[in-house]
């Protein structure tokens, strides 16, 4: 409170704005190699807004005027406004059911006029994000209360719920995400080691012959049982839960796994999940399958990574060099100034600059976990882990989608892919943690 | 407060540590152990386009061009660019209704997709292209894309020079290692193929980038990789034009071969299949109509009858029985053998002989006496310090091999026959083990199973010519740039007879063959002023009809050099079914030796003589048979659309209406007899094949 009227530049972590500041220079650099084409003269096109990349660097220019005001903006701000932006941002994500556009088979955008369109799911990661730190910087909050613990993931997975429904299941799969920063908090690891072992069961069920998988986990409940057969005649109780797990397992992989994949998700998910593994979906079992107009079930759905994993696979070591990049100028891979944007860099400079580049954004996280810890109030260090953990999903989703190690979904790479709205979201995320930080000494409630 | 849960921090650095440990351990499989990714990406995106060189180009002994490359023009569209084009302009212009326009839009999409150019109509006529050419602007999409393309300016000797097309499949397996792709052209028949490597040049290669949708993006790597092309070599043969278009145009509307070889060197002067077909209609947008038409035609005209087919010699042959027996001494050049109508020597009265009379050797071959010769090689045979038969006939063929006989020569031409010398194992099998001379005696005089290629006929010529050399018979005398693949060496030796033959003989049998000419069977071929030793020959043949072999009119032949001193010509020639040598063979081949001699025909009599012979018919019975059937079956087909047609627009039309346009379309169905069929096929023939003036016109067809 002391130093509000030194200079507004004081405190502030001028190594995550570099860091920022890089990325997204990064990101402008490889949509131009996506777009570039010999013989026009690139300057031209950079200003002349026509293109993506001269586009993006418009949208630059906005992000650093919202991160001025961002930085010029008193911190208490954040946590007088954080459950009414959250409510404001719920708000308009049912909006969108009622004046919502459809783009692309998603309808969560809102029109803005002027050909802008705005995605709440989108805005709203930042006001969860804030209204979760404001919930934990609550003097009565005690998470290690059921009730609490229900009511924080209930605010962590409202807009998921709500995207979900926009069938904008990628921004839907972010806001899981937030369960890191409910684990920092106090969230039980069981709930993580639960989650974690749900999805290498359904991965194996996908992998594996069902009964083979069956054979597999009846053998590893009799081993265990014969591991714990001292103990289980002492506690009788144990065979029970090994029993009920093992039950629960089988259930899962016989059961629910089918039934998930053909009344939950929609045919085209499944069919990207069973291709990842190399299978095709059969789209009848689908119950969406008569719902829409769909076209009929094609061959394994795999055309976008397997392109994708061309394009990284041929950088090899060191790379084709900038604007060298064959498949990229070929324009081989779909989407790839959005989502795929990783390949046009893999492409171009190789394993070399993929592991550079992704130590930039690993330095960038470890950076934003050191800020976060070295918070004071709660709630500074709970919006901190939450942009830590947003970006640490984007990162880990988009990539593992580019090279082929999970299904493909429509999510960003931050800071990176061009897009105004996914631009301006991280940037507001990392400058008001800047801004949280450089007050770091305030204990904001 | 800050030290709350700090050991979850640490779990959560380890996380995000470990996912990217994944994820580089996944980079590092991708870009560093998965080579396939990077060939997999150079078949995307690295086009390799294939510049194709000249074709060489072929010229004649005078160094005039035989076939050319010209330019001509493909209307090419890229469907997704074509918004805005004048259809209706367009349509007029390539004269097709909007919904072919349409049709064929569809097609070219469908195959080829929208936004890569396609051929919409291939090879322009050049008004076609002027008229285009004028248009262009209102049709945008559309460009004239050149290609190059064969023309024969002389419209002559097709089967010679053969022709180019598009590979195929079986082409391609056949070639897997020769680099072809799909859609490259390459020679398939003659010289075409037969010097493919030399004609084609090296093509090169350029390396493009190309999109997801197959556009080209630009050069890669500016040009690093790319290999220029190497224009192909031309070839400069020993055939004559001129003396090519006039054996062709004696041969129209006959059936049968000509062969003129340059005795000194072995260089092919002309060779002639008849029927021929005019080179220049297997260009153009209508070859492929042009090619089936020539295809299903029973003359078969891609058949080159001087070497793909085998013939029994006839008494052409005597000259080599003649050599043989004067070698071997069973006779001599005084020897005398008189005949009273036929040959009595195995008591069948077969052969009979023509002219009665006693006969030197000398005489024997002027009129051709079989008696003479069925003698010659009975001596031969029963020789008893040969011991046997077997023994014998091996004796006989090793002179005969060495005349180029029952061997293929090695011209330079595809589908060469290597002809049959029959061998005594093959008559041990049909006569048993105790078979003689008397089994086999119509081999004496070319009949039997003696067979020849024409062209191994045209060399016994030669080796005569010259008393007991020769060169291979070859159509190429010298490659351009040098013989880089060694295809000309085996032309260069000189091949030699046996060489206890000696001149004595030769001339022995070159006063026989002068005789021939002078006053014997070919009398009335002479040619005022030159000294020609010929032979001639008449040879019984058969053909399956309706599973019976019946005897056909006898094939035409006739062997001659000219002059004797210092022969420049060989030649022989057939003409098949056309009755005695002296017919038809020996008239056509003394024009021809006339015609080389001396640049022309001299003298009224000689040049009534090339005009009737060129406008006789001699196609064979059974052949104009087949023709007439064909040609019934085409009106069938041409009354059942008329008839379609007719019924389609005049449905409902009066009873008698209809009666008349059945008349009128059933009468030419009706059977025809056969030599009302004459004139027609004259007319066909002189349209299809060769030696019409026009060119690239429609085959017009009176029905």
């Known amino acids: ?445 | 407060m800050s030290v709350f849960n700090q050991s979850r921090s640490r779990v959560i650095q380890i996380i995000f540590a470990a996912v990217f440990i994944v994820i580089v351990a996944q980079l590092i499989n991708l870009q560093a152990f998965s080579p396939k990714y990077r060939l997999a990406a150079e078949n995307n995106a690295i086009y390799r386009k294939v510049i194709y060189p000249d074709r060489g180009i072929i010229f004649d002994r005078k160094k005039r061009s035989l076939l050319e490359n010209t330019i001509m023009f493909d209307l090419v569209v890229t469907p997704s660019e074509s918004k805005g084009t004048d259809t209706l302009t367009l349509c007029n212009l390539l004269n097709i209704d909007t919904a072919d326009y349409k049709k064929r839009m569809r097609e070219i999409i469908f195959k080829n997709t929208s936004v890569r150019p396609s051929v919409f109509e291939p090879l322009l006529t050049p008004e076609l292209y002027a008229k285009l050419n004028e248009n262009m602007y209102k049709f945008p999409g559309f460009i004239l894309s050149e290609r190059s393309a064969r023309t024969y300016p002389y419209n002559t000797a097709g089967n010679v020079l053969g022709y180019i097309a598009e590979v195929d499949t079986s082409f391609l397996r056949r070639h897997s290692d020769e680099h072809y792709e799909m859609g490259d052209y390459a020679g398939m028949t003659g010289l075409e193929r037969v010097y493919e490597k030399v004609l084609m040049g090296q093509r090169g290669i350029k390396r493009l980038i190309r999109d997801n949708k197959s556009r080209l993006q630009g050069s890669y790597q500016n040009g690093l990789f790319d290999t220029a092309q190497i224009a192909g070599k031309n070839l400069y043969l020993s055939l004559d034009v001129e003396l090519q278009q006039m054996g062709e145009k004696l041969m129209t509307n006959k059936v049968g071969s000509i062969v003129a070889i340059d005795p000194r060197t072995g260089g092919i002067l002309c060779m002639i299949s008849a029927p021929t077909y005019n080179p220049n209609y297997l260009t153009g947008n209508q070859r492929r109509k042009h090619f089936a038409e020539l295809l299903l035609d029973p003359r078969k005209p891609f058949n080159n009858r001087a070497m793909g087919n085998m013939y029994s010699p006839g008494s052409t042959f005597k000259t080599v029985s003649g050599i043989i027996g004067l070698t071997e001494g069973v006779i001599n050049e005084h020897t005398t053998v008189t005949c009273n109508g036929a040959f009595q020597g195995c008591g069948t009265g077969k052969p009979k002989c023509l002219d009665k009379g006693t006969f030197n050797f000398k005489e024997a071959i002027a009129h051709s006496d079989n008696t003479y010769f069925s003698t010659v090689y009975k001596r031969i045979l029963d020789q008893p310090r040969y011991g046997g038969a077997d023994s014998a006939l091996k004796v006989f063929n090793k002179y005969a091999y060495t005349f180029g006989l029952g061997h293929k020569l090695g011209v330079d031409l595809p589908t060469e026959q290597k002809g049959n010398l029959p061998v005594s194992s093959y008559y041990r099998k049909l006569f048993g083990p105790k078979w003689y001379s008397c089994n086999i005696i119509s081999n004496a005089i070319g009949q039997g199973e003696v067979q020849t290629t024409l062209i191994q006929l045209a060399n016994v010529m030669a080796i005569i010519a010259n008393k007991g050399w020769y060169y291979t018979p070859h159509i190429v005398d010298s490659i351009e740039g040098g013989d880089e693949y060694k295809m000309l060496e085996s032309f260069k030796i000189k091949h030699y007879t046996d060489t206890n033959i000696p001149d004595s003989i030769y001339d022995a049998v070159q006063d026989g063959m002068q005789a021939v000419v002078d006053y014997g069977t070919a009398a009335a071929s002479s040619i005022p002023g030159i000294v020609m030793c010929g032979k001639t020959g008449t040879v019984e043949n058969y053909a399956k009809v309706n599973g019976k072999m019946v005897q056909q009119k006898d094939h035409s032949f006739f062997g001659a050099f000219a002059p004797r001193d210092n022969p420049r010509i060989a030649i022989a020639v057939i003409c098949e079914n056309a009755g005695q040598g002296a017919w038809a063979a020996a008239p056509i081949a003394s024009l021809l030796v006339e015609k080389y001699l001396r640049d022309s025909i001299k003298g009224k009599e000689r040049q009534d003589k090339l005009e009737e012979f060129t406008k006789k018919n001699l196609i064979p019975y059974l052949m104009r048979l087949e023709m007439n059937k064909r040609d019934s079956l085409r009106q069938i087909k041409e009354a059942q659309l008329l008839m379609q047609q007719r019924m389609s627009k005049e449905a409902g039309d009066t009873l008698e209406n209809e009666d008349g346009t059945d008349q009128e379309i059933i009468k030419p169905v009706a059977p025809k007899p056969a030599k009302d069929a004459v004139p027609k096929t004259k007319n066909t023939a002189a349209a299809i094949l060769v030696n019409d003036e026009k060119k690239h016109k429609k085959i017009s067809r009176t029905l």
Request: aromatic letters at 14%.
């Open chain 1, 1 to 445: 409170m002391n130093n509000k009227n030194t200079s507004a530049s004081q405190g502030i972590d001028w190594f995550v704005v570099w860091l920022y500041a890089i990325l997204v220079a990064i990101g402008i650099l490889c949509i131009f190699m996506v777009e570039y084409k010999p013989g026009t003269d690139w300057m031209q096109t950079f200003v002349s807004g026509k293109t993506n990349y001269s586009k993006q660097l418009i949208f630059t220019g906005l992000c650093i005027v919202v991160a001025i005001f961002i930085l010029l903006a008193d911190s208490k701000l954040f946590t007088a406004f954080a459950n009414l932006l959250y409510a404001f941002g719920i708000l308009l994500m049912f909006a969108t059911f009622f004046i919502g556009k459809s783009i692309n088979g998603s309808k969560s955008w809102i029109p803005l006029g002027g050909g802008f369109n705005l995605q709440p799911a989108e805005l709203c990661k930042i006001f969860t994000a804030l209204a979760l730190a404001k919930f934990f910087s609550r003097q009565e909050t005690d998470f290690s209360k059921l009730k609490s613990q229900i009511i924080g993931v209930s605010i962590a997975l409202a807009p998921a719920v709500l995207s979900h429904f926009q069938h904008e299941d990628g921004l839907a799969l972010a806001y899981l995400s937030f369960f890191l920063v409910l684990y920092r908090e106090g969230l039980p690891p069981q709930i993580l080691i639960i989650g974690t072992t749900f999805g290498v069961l359904v991965v194996a069920t996908l992998i594996l012959e069902p009964n083979t998988l069956a054979i597999i986990l009846t053998a590893i409940a009799v081993v265990t049982i014969y591991f714990l057969r001292k103990q289980i005649k002492r506690k009788k109780n144990i065979l029970l839960i090994i029993l009920s797990v093992w039950v629960l397992a089988v259930g899962i992989q016989r059961f629910a796994v089918p039934y998930i994949f053909n009344n939950v998700f929609e045919c085209y998910q499944s069919t990207r999940i069973y291709s990842m593994v190399g299978k095709d979906y059969d789209c009848s079992m689908n119950r969406h399958k008569s719902k829409g107009n769909e076209k009929p079930a094609r061959k394994p759905d795999d055309y976008n990574v397997r392109q994708s994993k061309i394009a990284i696979g041929s950088g090899e070591l060191f790379g084709k060099g900038f604007l060298k990049g064959t498949q990229t100028r070929g324009k081989y891979v779909p989407e790839q100034h959005t989502d795929f944007i990783f390949t046009s860099l893999a492409e171009a400079f190789g394993l070399f600059g993929c592991i550079c580049f992704l130590s930039i954004y690993l330095i960038l996280l470890n950076r934003i976990i050191r800020i976060a810890e070295r918070q004071r109030s709660t709630f500074s260090r709970v919006y901190g882990y939450s942009v830590a953990s947003i970006i640490f999903f984007h990162i880990t989703v988009n990539v593992c989608m580019t090279i082929g190690l999970f299904p493909i979904i429509g999510i960003p790479l931050p800071l990176i892919s061009y897009g105004g709205s996914s631009l301006l979201t991280f940037s507001i995320l990392i400058f008001i943690l800047i801004r949280l930080d450089a007050d770091r000494q305030m204990v904001l409630r």
